[in-house]
C-alpha cells in the first residue's frame, strides 16, 4: 500500500482535480504545480485554519500581508545573496545536475559520465525591475516570507502597540531554484508558506522555543494527522542554517520517507541586527517597564502549505471494503475537506424533488458563506455513485431529497465514516450540519 500510496494520490488529485502539473499542455514545467477546484478549497481551508489558530485564537500575534518583492539590500542583510547555496556538479554527458552530497564517486549517477568540479549555486531566482537591465536593477523573489516579517518589525509593532513578547504571522509565496525535485509538489520551486516571527526579550528564547515546537506540533494533531505519523527532531549543530541557534524539524513519515513539514527555529537577534547595520535604521525595541532598549530574538516556526497539503491528503486517504466493493475515502477533518455537503436527489426524474434539493442547495450555500465552504448539487448518475464521489473527495456529509421528503419535509443526511443516516426535518438542517460544524475535534 504504502509504495504505491504516492502514485495513487497523484493519479487521484489530477483526476479529481485537486493538483495538476503546471502548464502541462506544455510538457509541464518541472516542479511547478497547479491546485485544481478542489486543490484550491484544500489549501483555502488549511490556511484558514492556520490562521484561525495563530492569529484569532491567540492574542499575542499580528497578521502581514509583504510584498514578494523587496529591495535587493534585504538579500545581502539575511545573508541569503552569500549563503543560500547548495553545492552542485554538472555531468559532462547527460548535463543534468546533482547535489555533490548526493553523488557517490566521482562519475554521473544516472548516465556514468564525467562530472565538473563542485560548484556554489545559489537558490534565488533573479528578476530585473524597470525597463533597463543591469546590475541596478537586479533583485530577486523571495525565498522565504520571513524578511517581509522582519522589516516590517518596527511599522507592526507601534502601529498596532505591540509589546514583547509578541509576533507577526504571514502566508504567502517562496520561490527557489531548487535542484532535487521529485516527490510530487513535496519539493517545488514556487510554494507556499506559513511563517510566525515571534519576538521575544533576550533569554526568554529557549522557553520560547520549546513552547512554539510543541505548540505547532499539536496544531497537525489537532487538525487529525495521525500521532504516529509525526515526529519531532532536532538538527545537529552542522546542519543548522547560518541565522540558527537552534532548530527542530517536525516530519511527516510521507510514502517516501520522513521528510520535514516545518522548521521551528531560534533566529537570535541575527536578522534585526543585520537589517539595523545595512539600513542604518534603529530597530531595536524599547521596554517602557525596564526603560531598556534592545535587539529581541526571535522564535521562527516556518512551515509549508504545499507539504501540509499533501500529508493531510496521504494521512487521510484509506480503502475500505463495503458489501464486497472498494470504497476510497479521504477522512479530512471536517475544516479541511474541500466540499462541505452535497445535496444529491434520489430521483431525479421527479420535478418537485430536484425543486427540492435545488432550494435546500441554494439555502445552504448562503448558509455556508457564514460558517465557510463549498456546498454541492449533484444528480448525474446513480445513488451509489454519487457516495462515491463525494467519499473519494472528503466529503463530510451527503444529504438525499426523496420521495417521502415530499410529505413528512425530511431529508436524510449520510456521514463519510461512520455511514450512518439520520432522517432530518427540513427546517432543522442548518441546525444539525451547524452543530457539527462548529464543534471541533479534541
Ligand atoms: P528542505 O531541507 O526540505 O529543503 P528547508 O529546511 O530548506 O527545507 P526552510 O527553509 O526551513 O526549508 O523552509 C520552511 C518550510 O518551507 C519548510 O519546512 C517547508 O515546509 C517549506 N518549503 C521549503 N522549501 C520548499 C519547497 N521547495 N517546496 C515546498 N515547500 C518548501
Not at 531566482?125 to 522582519?150: D, W
Not at 509576533?167 to 510566525?196: H, L, P, V, W, Y
Request: aromatic content about 10%; hydrophobic content about 35%.
Amino acid at each position: 500500500m504504502q509504495e504505491n500510496l504516492m502514485d495513487k494520490m497523484v493519479s487521484l488529485c489530477k483526476r479529481r482535480g485537486f493538483i495538476f502539473q503546471s502548464s502541462e499542455i506544455y510538457g509541464g514545467l518541472a516542479s511547478t504545480w497547479d491546485y485544481g477546484s478542489l486543490g484550491a478549497e484544500l489549501k483555502k481551508n488549511l490556511k484558514e485554519a492556520w490562521w484561525r489558530a495563530t492569529v484569532y485564537e491567540r492574542d499575542d500575534i499580528e497578521g502581514l500581508d509583504a510584498a514578494i518583492l523587496m529591495h535587493p539590500a534585504t538579500w545581502n542583510a539575511s545573508g541569503h545573496v552569500t549563503s543560500f547555496k547548495d553545492t552542485l556538479v554538472d555531468c559532462k554527458g547527460c548535463k543534468k545536475r546533482f547535489k555533490v552530497e548526493s553523488v557517490k564517486g566521482k562519475k554521473c549517477p544516472e548516465c556514468k559520465g564525467e562530472l565538473t568540479e563542485a560548484r556554489q549555486f545559489n537558490l534565488m531566482l533573479k528578476t530585473h525591475l524597470g525597463s533597463v537591465e543591469g546590475e541596478g536593477s537586479l533583485t530577486y523573489l523571495r525565498p522565504e516570507t520571513a524578511q517581509g516579517i522582519f522589516v516590517n518589525f518596527q511599522n507592526v509593532a507601534n502601529s498596532a502597540r505591540r509589546k514583547i513578547p509578541f509576533g507577526i504571522a504571514q502566508i504567502g509565496k517562496a520561490f527557489r531554484n531548487e535542484i532535487t525535485t521529485g516527490n510530487f509538489t513535496f519539493r517545488s520551486r514556487e510554494f507556499e508558506q506559513m511563517e510566525i516571527e515571534f519576538f521575544v526579550k533576550p533569554g526568554d528564547d529557549e522557553k520560547w522555543y520549546k513552547k512554539w515546537i510543541d505548540e505547532r506540533f499539536g496544531w497537525y494533531i489537532s487538525l487529525g494527522i495521525r500521532k504516529e505519523n509525526l515526529r519531532k527532531r532536532p538538527h545537529e549543530k552542522d546542519e543548522l542554517a547560518h541565522y540558527a541557534k537552534a532548530c527542530t524539524d517536525i516530519e511527516y513519515k510521507f510514502p517516501f520517507g520522513w521528510s520535514e513539514l516545518e522548521g521551528i527555529a531560534n533566529r537570535t537577534d541575527f536578522d534585526l541586527k543585520q537589517h539595523m547595520d545595512l539600513s542604518s535604521k534603529d530597530l531595536r525595541y524599547f521596554d517602557d517597564g525596564t526603560k531598556e532598549r534592545y535587539i529581541p530574538y526571535v522564535i521562527e516556526p516556518s512551515g509549508g502549505i504545499d507539504r501540509s497539503v499533501l500529508a493531510f491528503l496521504v494521512d487521510s486517504y484509506r480503502e475500505e471494503k463495503v458489501r464486497d466493493e472498494k470504497r476510497v475515502v479521504l477522512g479530512l477533518d471536517r475544516r479541511l475537506a474541500p466540499v462541505k455537503t452535497a445535496v444529491l436527489p434520489l430521483l431525479k426524474k421527479k420535478p418537485e424533488i430536484v425543486k427540492m434539493a435545488k432550494g435546500l442547495t441554494a439555502d445552504l450555500k448562503k448558509y455556508f458563506y457564514t460558517i465557510g465552504g463549498k456546498v454541492v448539487y449533484d444528480d448525474t448518475a446513480s445513488i451509489g455513485r454519487l457516495y462515491r464521489r463525494q467519499d473519494e473527495i472528503g466529503t463530510p456529509y451527503c444529504i438525499t431529497v426523496d420521495v417521502k421528503s415530499l410529505e413528512d419535509k425530511k431529508v436524510t443526511v449520510r456521514d463519510r465514516d461512520t455511514m450512518k443516516q439520520d432522517r432530518v426535518e427540513l427546517a432543522n438542517i442548518r441546525e444539525y450540519l451547524g452543530d457539527r460544524f462548529n464543534k471541533r475535534k479534541a
